[in-house]
């Protein structure tokens, strides 16, 4: 579907010089009597480089739907993620490349979205946030008066998240998929 460069949105996966890339960043600049443009940061699907470019308000952009399916991730075996369609129970492998930052947010038996382009899976949407369980962090300080000052914490998944001093090993912390940040404590069973 091809769409005007003033309409790309953040998320959106355009084809740009024959390659997939997500567009990472958007800014509309109109410089006084100049002609708009639309600053872009793009970062490539197969390789996750990332790149910019400024497209001229009239340009036209290939935008690309991909197909997503809801898959259960399984288990790596060093080189592949391993996940299975809950439908069809049809295996599929991603390496950690195709995954990029999300391998370090990928549990078992989550269920989560793959994308695939013309039947290849291409990587994995990740939900806005995930609950994951501290598996190592400091001891909290019980005299520690200032609120605001952050330990790392390691999380079952291998990810290091900076947390407030109260979190123990144990609690399950709510993470930012996008930002790998601290977003709260999450509400027990």
């Given at each position: 579907m091809v769409i005007p460069a003033t309409q790309l949105r953040v998320g959106m996966v355009i084809m740009y010089n024959n390659e997939l890339y997500r567009v990472?960043?958007?800014?509309?600049?109109?410089?006084?009597?100049?002609?708009?443009?639309?600053?872009?940061?793009?970062?490539?699907?197969?390789?996750?480089?990332?790149?910019e470019n400024?497209?001229?308000?009239?340009?036209?952009?290939?935008?690309?739907t991909l197909e997503q399916h809801e898959m259960e991730y399984l288990y790596s075996d060093g080189e592949q993620h391993h996940f299975m369609n809950t439908e069809t129970y049809e295996q599929i492998g991603l390496s950690a490349e195709d995954l990029g930052d999300a391998a370090k947010y990928l549990l078992p038996n989550v269920k989560?979205?793959?994308?695939?382009?013309?039947?290849?899976?291409?990587?994995?949407?990740?939900?806005?946030?995930?609950?994951?369980?501290?598996?190592?962090?400091?001891?909290?300080?019980?005299?520690?008066?200032?609120?605001?000052?952050l330990k790392p914490a390691t999380v079952e998944t291998g990810?290091?998240?900076p947390v407030p001093n109260f979190i123990d090993v144990g609690d399950v912390i709510r993470v930012d998929t996008e930002t790998g940040s601290y977003v709260s404590r999450a509400k027990g069973d």
């Open positions: 990472t960043n958007v800014v509309h600049i109109t410089p006084g009597n100049w002609r708009g443009m639309v600053q872009t940061k793009l970062r490539s699907i197969r390789s996750g480089n990332s790149t400024r497209f001229r308000s009239e340009d036209k952009v290939d935008r690309i989560i979205m793959v994308e695939f382009f013309e039947s290849t899976p291409l990587g994995v949407a990740l939900p806005k946030t995930l609950d994951l369980t501290v598996t190592e962090t400091a001891p909290g300080l019980k005299s520690a008066t200032v609120t605001n000052a990810l290091v998240v």
